[in-house]
Nanobody
Framework: VQLVESGGGLVQPGGSLRLSCAASGFSFSSYGMRWYRQAPGKERELVASISNAGGSTNYADSVKGRFTISRDNAKNTVYLRMNSLKPEDTAVYYC?????????WGQGTQVTVSS
């Protein structure tokens, strides 16, 4: 299982970013996917999740209405569109899948929201 995140960077408050996570090594379309984030000195938290076919999504209260998770099963990729970014969204963002009862993570992509 391999997960590779991309799309992070430095953005001003109110700006937008789209993160991508390219997956390989498992049957992508059969598994739900998740985005987590971890800010310095804080625990890793679940940001958003999406079902295997994309028909069901869930969000942390802190990002509802601003973030959108989506997936393209033909490209084995899950996305996180982040709008109206706030300084408190600054964190390393990780893609996650639970495959055969084990959690797999990407290397993470840094998102910094600052003026």
């Amino acid at each position: 299982v391999q997960l590779v995140e991309s799309g992070g960077g430095l953005v001003q408050p109110g700006g937008s970013l789209r993160l991508s996570c390219a997956a390989s090594g498992f049957s992508f379309s059969s598994y739900g996917m998740r985005w987590y984030r971890q800010a310095p000195g804080k625990e890793r938290e679940l940001v958003a999740s999406i079902s295997n076919a994309g028909g069901s999504t869930n969000y942390a209260d802190s990002v509802k209405g601003r973030f959108t998770i989506s997936r393209d099963n033909a490209k084995n990729t899950v996305y996180l569109r982040m709008n109206s970014l706030k300084p408190e969204d600054t964190a390393v963002y990780y893609c996650n899948v639970r495959w055969r009862a084990q959690d797999y993570w990407g290397q993470g992509t840094q998102v910094t929201v600052s003026s």
